[in-house]
């Protein structure tokens, strides 16, 4: 099934029903649809055709959602990029997917227009604001007028999506779904959560986190509906609104479960209608979820594990919790999980080896990259498939329930967001005054990993507080690091190369 024909059925079903909250705009299935037609169609009139690349760049409100039903109901290729992601990293995605459109707020269309302007494959670019900010840009408003995009002859093994990932060279890497991957993925997670029409889902992660764009999709399957908000800064703001709206469902974050446990006010029971709890990114402390359960005794908290490779691997169901709150659980429906050695057998339990996914859900490779594809994609069990290398460590128990370790790479997973750590040392190694530098991920109870950073400065003027003024400019929010510290030296191989694990260990034992 293609992804766009979720919308297309609830519409249908439900055309009245409310399908979409966000604190702009409440909008119907019927008008989801039609609006999202109406920007297809304007997306085909400016040349956009089957699975070209379009790129989308917007904060979480109605525009992003009737943006990215767009871009598949065009037939092309959706590519979500965070709106904190800076100028040269958009103009490195657009390059390297060779994007036929973009959908940008006008002010990041202004921030990024030199970028912009040096894509060729671009045709148009459609900017949402008051102010164009690119002379030739295409204001959103103006391609909302009713229309109805043509038939594109798309089937469900096009790709749907690229989801721009970071990897071990500091470069993003284009993760390829099909819509058949996508639809898989998230009738496996429907099917779990025991999702309906009934449901009031509310998500304050990012659509360009797939955690946050999966939500707006299963919405949209089953016929529930999503209130979307932009941030969880303001915690009391958003429980009330899951009491205004009667929130059944609310996926968290580690960082999310911390911020509502502080909060000293919230009472037990004090958002009557949520019916569950969902965690990933970064598994919650156990005395997290005692705490959680506590205060929203209805509830049943599903412990979850994936990966943007494909989507979900893993959860707890929640009867399990009180034997198993360390454990990430079983594979999920329609999906089997082995922990194997170097060789790729499997191991006994409890011994620690690579998690290895297979399943329809799996992607297809990474964009022009096949050296990556290899690495991750690799002969399976059976001589006609492929299965997914995760490149991260785990355990299972006598009983098959799933535990993980560690990752086997140096990538650092913050807050639901994969760092690669040569990409901080990058924008680090910029900063006049820093002669070395190395990042290294330390275990965080919140965040998963925090980010230190350790570096040797060539100028003694030069303050902690001036690296992360610096960070902060050329990085996103969830790759800045959350400390620095300034060293004589930093730790080295015998080669003269400075070790990341080195320093890692250091670290570790002071």
Not at 29 to 36: F, I, N
Not at 67 to 76: D, H, I, Q, T, Y
Not at 298 to 326: F, Q, V
Request: net charge neutral; with cysteine; charged share 20%.
């Amino acid at each position: 099934m293609r992804i766009e024909t979720y919308l297309r059925d609830s519409a249908r079903r439900l055309g009245g029903k409310v399908a979409l909250v966000t604190p702009e705009r409440r909008l119907t299935y019927g008008e989801l649809d039609a609006l999202s037609d109406a920007l297809a169609a304007a997306l085909q009139a400016r040349g956009v055709e089957r699975d070209d690349r379009v790129v989308v760049q917007m904060e979480n409100g109605w525009q992003a959602v009737v943006s990215l039903f767009a871009v598949l109901k065009a037939g092309a290729v959706l590519s979500l990029v965070n709106p904190t992601v800076k100028p040269d990293k958009l103009g490195y995605i657009l390059q390297n997917c060779e994007a036929r459109a973009l959908l940008i707020r006008c002010g990041l269309a202004a921030a990024a227009a030199e970028r912009i302007a040096a894509v060729p494959s671009l045709a148009v670019t459609i900017a949402d604001g008051e102010a164009a900010g690119l002379h030739e840009a295409v204001a959103f408003e103006s391609c909302l007028a009713p229309a109805r995009p043509l038939p594109h002859g798309g089937i469900d093994s096009d790709l749907a999506m690229l989801v721009y990932t970071s990897g071990s060279t500091g470069r993003p890497k284009g993760v390829m779904m099909t819509h058949r991957n996508v639809d898989a993925a998230a009738t496996s997670i429907t099917g779990y959560l025991r999702s309906v029409e009934d449901d009031v889902v509310l998500s304050v992660l990012p659509l360009a986190f797939d955690y946050g764009l999966y939500q707006v999709l299963m919405a949209a399957k089953v016929g529930a509906r999503l209130v979307l908000e932009p941030s969880f800064a303001y915690p009391q703001a958003v429980l009330a609104r899951m009491r205004e709206e009667g929130v059944t469902g609310l996926p968290l974050v580690p960082t999310m479960a911390a911020l509502i446990l502080r909060m000293r006010s919230l009472a037990p029971g004090s958002v009557p209608t949520l019916r569950y709890l969902t965690n990933t990114a970064a598994a919650l402390p156990v005395p997290h979820i005692e705490r959680l359960r506590r205060l929203f005794p209805g509830a049943a908290l599903y412990s979850m594990y994936g990966l943007t490779e494909c989507k979900r691997c893993t959860y707890l169901p929640p009867e399990h919790l009180d034997g198993r709150p360390g454990s990430v659980g079983l594979a999920i429906p329609n999906t089997q999980a082995r922990v194997v050695d170097e060789a790729g057998l499997p191991v006994p339990p409890h011994v620690v080896g690579e998690l290895v996914i297979r399943g329809p859900h799996v992607m297809q490779g990474y964009w022009r990259d096949e050296a990556a594809t290899r690495a991750a994609l690799r002969p399976g069990w059976n001589p006609w498939e492929q299965v997914l290398h995760t490149g991260d460590l785990f355990f299972s128990d006598a009983d098959g329930f799933l535990y993980f370790v560690g990752r086997k790479d140096d990538i650092i997973k913050t807050r639901g967001e994969k760092v690669a750590p040569k990409e901080v040392e990058a924008v680090l190694h910029a900063l006049p005054g820093i002669a070395e530098a190395v990042v290294v991920g330390l275990s965080d109870p919140v965040l998963g990993q925090s980010i230190l950073a350790l570096v040797v400065a060539s100028d003694p003027g030069l303050t902690a507080a001036d690296v992360m003024r610096h960070c902060r400019a050329h990085l996103e929010d969830f790759m800045v690091p959350q400390a620095v510290e300034f060293r004589a030296e930093l730790p080295k191989t015998e080669t003269g190369k400075i070790s990341r694990r080195l320093a890692a260990e250091i670290l570790l034992e002071a």
